[in-house]
């Protein structure tokens, strides 16, 4: 997923290396089914038939529902149908080989609303022709499964690319604290959050400072095709990681406004960085404790 991956177990036991590793491979799993720039990933496969429902594996069904579902609550600010739009800003290689990614179907600019998951099994409708961009939720999707698969461990973090998921405590018995980096100043913070929690609660960060072409960064509007302008950053803390990705970017996209009202309606924590760097806090959960400078607006 081109990023550095870690993952932390406290008080764990002689196999905590191997337990590791095996939570590690989920996130080759999921980037192998949901890969924009693998010709072989499913997510692109089942892209061919358009009219016709067709199998799908459960890890994509799921997936897919919780995209569709945030798409929804998000009124498509958030819409994991935007990979035409990325195309078009250059992101068009392969983040690792520099290759051209496999072309796209002609006229593939359908929506989230012509996405249908079938519910008896595992199926995918296309009503229209779409191009799947998952990266706004596949790392969080991937953060999860770890987790799930370190059940047994009450005391964990697992770190991607900084987006990470927790439970209990620290390697110091404290509260698992992590920083936002200031969007104009990548050697500072300009925030830092701490949570507490015996269950699992996710931090993810959306921003327009890490992957950019001469075109714009890959925060889309989906309803425009341009690069979101409203926000710096934003960060949701929510008990899953897939919710908590799809979300910062559903905000980043929306604005403040809109974006606190979006995550108080779905009872999650966030810290929004608008263009200007105003900082705008909104508190729908609880779960976290911020640690930020004076003129920060509580919403």
């Known amino acids: 997923m081109s990023t550095a991956i870690s993952i932390q177990l406290i008080d764990a036991g002689p196999d905590a290396e191997a ?16 890969s924009r720039f693998d010709p072989n990933a499913e997510a692109l496969r089942v892209m061919n038939t358009v009219g016709a429902p067709q199998p799908v594996s459960p890890l ?3 997936l897919l529902r919780v995209a569709l579902a945030v798409a929804e609550a998000s009124e498509g600010a958030f819409d994991p149908c935007v990979g035409h739009h990325l195309h078009a800003l250059g992101f068009d290689r392969h983040w690792r080989s520099g290759e051209p990614i496999p072309a796209l179907r002609a006229g593939a600019a359908g929506t989230w609303r012509d996405v249908e998951l079938l519910e008896r099994e595992p199926q995918l409708l296309l009503r229209r022709a779409v191009h ?9 999707f991937a953060l999860d499964l770890a987790a799930r698969a370190l059940a047994a461990h009450p005391h964990l973090c697992v770190y991607a690319g900084g987006d990470l998921i927790c439970r209990g ?38 921003g327009a400072y890490a992957r950019r072409t001469e075109r714009g960064h890959h ?13 710096h950053s934003a960060t949701v803390v929510a008990p ?23 995550l108080r309606e779905q009872q999650v924590d966030g810290l929004l960085i ?7 806090m909104v508190h729908g ?3 976290s404790e911020w640690q930020l400078p004076s003129e920060v607006a509580w919403s």
């Not at 337990?19 to 949901?34: G, P």
């Not at 404290?174 to 050697?187: E, L």
């Not at 608008?274 to 705008?280: E, I, K």
Request: proline letters at 4%; a negative charge.
């Open 169 to 206: 405590h620290n390697g110091a018995g404290r509260p698992w604290r992590t920083g936002i980096r200031d969007p104009n100043d990548p050697s500072r913070l300009v925030a830092s959050v701490s949570v507490a929690h015996q269950r699992d609660v996710a931090i993810c960060t959306s």
């Open 132 to 140: 799947l961009d998952l990266g706004a939720i596949a790392k969080g």
């Open 274 to 280: 608008d263009a200007h760097g105003a900082l705008t």
């Open 60 to 62: 994509l069904y799921e």
């Open 19 to 34: 337990l590791a590793q095996r939570a590690l491979e989920w996130f080759a799993v999921v980037e192998a089914c949901c």
């Open 240 to 262: 899953q990681a897939a919710i908590a990705d799809a979300l910062a970017t559903a905000v980043f996209v929306l604005g403040v406004e809109r974006g606190a009202a979006l």
């Open 219 to 231: 925060l889309i509007d989906p309803r425009t095709g341009d690069a979101a302008i409203q926000m």
């Open 285 to 287: 959960w609880g779960a």
